[in-house]
């Protein structure tokens, strides 16, 4: 028998509810007072699908992360919280997202490495140098944008100009965008230096307010979006061509890419036993107490959905 219970979908039924959106990880309620409510399900995606089981505390881990380290950097660039009544849940302004992820990427890893070794040197406008290898660090970091795809959509690679020219942000906007991305990225690269950690990589949305103000939403800094190494002995498995030891959630795209899946057409999502399950939940309890420098706290997750209701009612009812 599984011992904990999991978020997997939620249907909840709020005071001025009006639309809910349900994205791979987060499912997000839309009330008529310019609040919206999200909601971290336990859901894990990679390659763009999302796998078949629930992650036991993966978006209590997401919800918490992504909460300190908005506060950490709202004296940088303005965000969309509120107050998070509830272990998964962050209460905050409605915002009209714009239909891009801000991917910046300090280091040559990941989706760029495999673009790169499969001998592209132009990546979302962005110019590669000749010569590096897997794991090397850039000169200086680089915005590579993707589309925001729906659930079951693919994130699709896309440059500045492009952006620009289809109108899908205005040039003004758009550099608004550049420079609140580089200015979070520094600072979650001092936040992570501080625990021995690099920041690899990381992507940021951003969104507009009621007022037009552009504000930081959704998540960030957490191993969903980000791409974090351990600092110690960096540049020693650099040089031996050793595997960089990390945070994030690339073992479990390595897990699946083993059992040959990719995302690609034909392709079946391997199975999730409950063993496999339960490491991958120890794996996320990890990256949270390396990347805050806190023990994690177990949420109660018998009747999960009914402490999230209640939990959220309350805040409303006290905001009344």
């Known amino acids: 028998m599984f011992l904990f219970d999991t978020i997997t979908d939620t249907n909840f039924k709020f005071q001025g509810q009006q639309t809910v959106y349900k994205g791979k990880v987060r499912e997000v309620y839309f009330l008529d007072n310019d609040l919206l409510i999200m ?70 890893s990941g989706h760029a490495a495999r673009e790169y070794n499969a001998g592209k040197r132009m990546l979302c406008g962005v110019s590669l140098p000749d010569g590096m290898k897997e794991n090397d660090k850039f000169s200086v ?40 991305t580089k200015a979070l990225f520094e600072r979650g690269t001092q936040l992570a230096a501080d625990r021995g950690l690099i920041l ?36 020693e498995r650099q040089d031996n061509g050793d595997t960089q030891k990390q945070l994030s959630k690339e073992f479990v795209r390595q897990w699946l890419i083993s059992n040959d899946f990719q995302g690609l057409e034909g392709q079946s999502v391997p199975s999730m036993t409950d063993e496999y399950v339960l ?36 805040w409303l009812s006290a905001r009344d």
């Open 141 to 180: 970091p680089i915005i590579t944008p993707a589309t925001k795809a729906e659930m079951g959509d693919h994130d699709e690679d896309i440059s500045r100009e492009d952006i620009i020219s289809k109108g899908i942000v205005s040039k003004e906007e758009y550099e608004v965008l550049e420079k609140y």
């Open 279 to 314: 490491s991958v939940s120890e794996r996320y309890i990890e990256l949270y107490e390396q990347i805050t420098g806190e023990k994690f706290e177990k949420a109660d997750t018998k009747n999960i959905m009914n402490r999230i209701e209640k939990n959220v009612v309350e």
């Open 39 to 108: 909601i971290a399900s336990d859901r894990l995606s990679a390659f763009d699908v999302v796998l078949p089981r629930g992650i036991p505390f993966k978006g209590q881990i997401l919800n918490q992360i992504a909460t300190k380290m908005m506060k950490a950097t709202e004296g940088i660039v303005p965000n969309w919280l509120i107050a998070t009544p509830d272990p998964n849940v962050a209460i905050g302004h409605k915002c009209e997202p714009f239909k891009v992820e801000m991917v910046i990427r300090g280091y040559m």
């Open 200 to 235: 690899v990589d990381t992507k940021y949305e951003f969104g507009k307010t009621a007022d037009g103000t552009i504000v930081l939403i959704d998540e960030i800094h957490t191993p969903d979006s980000s791409r974090y190494f351990y600092s110690d002995g960096y540049q």
